[in-house]
DNA sequence: GTCTATACTGCGATAGAC
DNA sequence: GTCTATCGCAGTATAGAC
């Protein structure tokens, strides 16, 4: 039992191992320039063992994909779970995605710079994966309770979050010239005027 | 004279035939999975005559790119020359890309969703090109002749294109229920309302 | 489970006839 | 200028020892 889980544990570190590298690789360079070679030496991990752990390089995306959504997920959650209202919920969900893209830039890029439908064949496009659908929910309950005027529900959730995502954007392509923190306060007051009842 | 001007025309004819089919194949499939084979069936042009007329796969995806960037400055320049006012600009700026999202689809999906970084080594991110300045230079002149109020200019270029760019995204994502033109109209009244002096 | 060595495929690019 | 045939190689994936 004691043996089992110390392997299983050592199962996870190397699949981690790999898709750190790979998460690092992908973001800068891209899925198609990124060699399994490249990640042999990047990791450290042998080519035998990645295949051993990925049934092949399209798997390894996948797992990425799946571990960062979830990790979006559970920032959602998180802060659905410490507010109640719709604006503190839109307000705290940007700053926790800034946040993100300040401390860990590769998850943002690979998540929202990747074109995954060109690798990976059943995915849906980003906006429409679960942690974006979750954001545009916490659009609409706010249009249901009062927060946010009647309007179309996509258009609310562009005007609450495209701009911060915009941002995000330029920030990764290295075209802005301030931390992406001091646009927040000018971006949020614009973005909830443009919606609030 | 006569005869090197049919030459010329004959030249440009197969380049445009060639950019043609590989900007149907790279905005279906990706740049990556776009072989020259692909290109060779799609456009019945040989593989020695792509090689003549172009130097690699990379030089048709530069050409390609030239080719819409300047056709998206023209676009520009037209509405410049016809309209005044940064408002009026603006929308018809905004109208123009619908329209050509919705006639070209193929063009905004290679210009706006490619990662072109990842293939044109040199090539700025499709934000800092030529058009996506200009149409940033239109909303700080209405900034300074007062039509637009006093902000940070990339946030105020976010409010104005930021949400058609995003539905545009959409549009091209196959995610929104109604056609992109109808959208505009709750669209371009949020936008404007957000930065109008 | 991890490693090295290698088999196989498909692509980008070229050669050379016409 | 255009074609067919083909070269060379990069890269994925596997085989098989340890």
């Known amino acids: 039992m004691a043996e089992s889980s110390v392997m299983s544990v050592r199962r996870l570190q190397v699949r981690e191992t790999v898709l750190d590298s790979a998460l690092y690789l992908f973001a800068q360079k891209g899925y198609f320039n990124t060699s399994i070679p490249d990640i042999v030496h990047h990791s450290g991990v042998s080519t035998g063992s990645i295949y051993h752990h990925f049934s092949d390089k399209l798997d390894i995306a996948c797992a990425l994909y799946d571990r960062h959504v979830a ?20 307000r ?8 993100l893209t300040e401390k860990e830039p590769m998850v943002m890029a690979y998540m929202l710079h990747g074109r995954h439908q060109d690798f990976m064949p059943d995915v849906t496009p980003i906006c429409s994966s679960r942690p974006f659908q979750r954001m545009r929910e916490v659009v609409v309950s706010g249009m249901r309770n009062g927060e946010i005027r009647q309007m179309d529900a ?6 609450v979050f495209g701009g911060a995502l915009k941002f995000i954007q330029f ?3 290295g ?6 923190s001091e ?4 971006l949020w007051s614009t973005a909830w005027a443009s919606v609030r009842a």
Do not use: N, W
Request: negative net charge; charged residues 25%.
């Open 92 to 99: 705290e969900i940007i700053l926790a995605l800034f946040s």
């Open 171 to 173: 920030h990764l392509d």
């Open 183 to 186: 646009y927040f306060d000018g």
């Open 175 to 180: 075209i802005l010239e301030k931390p992406l």
């Open 71 to 90: 990790q979006m997920e559970t920032l959602i959650s998180d802060i659905e779970q410490r507010y109640e209202q719709a604006e503190a919920r839109c």
């Open 154 to 159: 996509m258009l609310s959730s562009v005007c």
